[in-house]
């Protein structure tokens, strides 16, 4: 997975499987948004041997963007399997994954490329503006000059923390991520952190874009055990992956609190309230959180009580997680710049 000169700048990867009007919607706007981008961007599209009109709706942006791999599985091989199988396709110096309902802001991919170009980061991580329902790529409008800035490690980390697992929101040094450690998450549904830490750990340079580039869809499809998958997955994944020496233990320590503080209480408030969509509603928030979580303040002081509390009381605590959120935010920009650890581009 080594780029050459000759290779395109980024290799944007779209996985799936059995969303044909979905993929139609995203390849439409990449249609758009890469005219003049010849030579500078490839597309991998793996599909998961959809039954619908996936392979079609390929075919047909193939033909047009000729930079283009149809990667048709013979069966389902699963999410963790079809993420990686593309990701070892790609020969440029980034790569993006996208999935299929999110889509890129006009105007986006072409920033990001000078970008790119311009700062050489090890890894990205863009905002995004999220919504219930997606009805074009230019719906809110073109990006405009993108807000970035150029983080420390820790600082990118402490900033991003939950939203490594956001599959559209990151781009990555190719050349970072070790062949030997491409499955190192399988089965957890967050294999991307396992390219996501390699580019964290050995990079150098790292960008927060504060722009919205994504048009992201809320409420995920579901069907997993999302508990399980954030509160204990989520933090067992960082905590290997980012060991090793004193910061970086650090650094994880800081990624699972903030994650706990900003994340964790939403997802016990959508247990509490019978919302948590198509998820597995069956789970214990104890149960499930505490075997990872349960020796942290975080823990102890919003989670764990959210779950036993009063409605009242869940409530307020829910409101106490958003503003302690902010302030935990403010306190890490402050710290940031007082320690020479974040430069506005």
């Not at 802001?105 to 219930?132: E, K, N, V």
């Not at 989670?303 to 306190?331: C, E, F, N, Q, Y």
Request: aromatic share 6%.
């Amino acid at each position: 997975m080594l780029a050459s000169p000759a290779t395109p700048a980024l290799t944007i990867i779209i996985p799936t499987f059995n969303r044909a009007p979905c993929l139609r919607m995203l390849l439409g706007a990449l249609k758009v948004e890469l005219r003049g981008l010849e030579g500078r961007v490839a597309v991998v599209v793996g599909d998961n041997a959809s039954s619908d009109d996936t392979p079609d709706v390929a075919r047909d942006f193939a033909s047009v963007w000729t930079d283009t791999r149809v990667l048709r599985h013979e069966t389902n091989v699963g999410p963790d399997e079809n993420f990686c199988r593309c990701v070892e396709q790609v020969n440029s110096t980034y790569f993006w994954i996208i999935g299929d309902d999110d889509l890129p802001r006009a105007g986006a991919i072409a920033a990001l490329l000078h970008l790119l170009d311009m700062q050489q980061p090890d890894l990205l991580y863009m905002d995004s503006r999220w919504t219930p329902t997606l009805s074009s790529h230019d719906e809110a409008g073109a990006t405009g000059p993108l807000r970035a800035s150029l983080n420390d490690r820790a600082t990118f980390a402490r900033r991003v923390h939950i939203w490594t697992t956001f599959i559209s929101g990151s781009i990555v040094r190719t050349e970072l991520v070790s062949t030997s450690s491409l499955r190192r998450y399988t089965g957890t549904n967050l294999v991307q952190l396992g390219w996501i830490f390699d580019a964290l750990k050995q990079g150098e340079r790292f960008v927060h874009v504060a722009t919205p580039c994504m048009l992201a869809t809320s409420g995920a499809s579901g069907g997993y055990a999302v508990l399980k998958v954030f509160g204990q997955n989520f933090p067992r994944i960082v905590r290997d992956a980012l060991s090793g020496n004193r910061a970086l233990e650090s650094i994880a320590a800081d990624v699972i609190s903030r994650a706990s503080i900003a994340y964790l209480p939403n997802l016990v408030w959508a247990f509490r309230e019978a919302k948590a969509g198509n998820f597995d509603q069956s789970e214990s928030v104890t149960a499930t959180l505490g075997p990872e979580l349960g020796r942290t303040l975080p823990y102890r002081l919003l989670i764990r009580p959210m779950a036993d509390a009063s409605p009242r009381m869940a409530k307020g605590l829910l409101k106490l997680s958003h503003v302690t959120t902010r302030i935990v935010s403010r306190l890490d920009l402050l710290r940031a710049r007082l320690s020479g650890g974040l430069h506005a581009l």
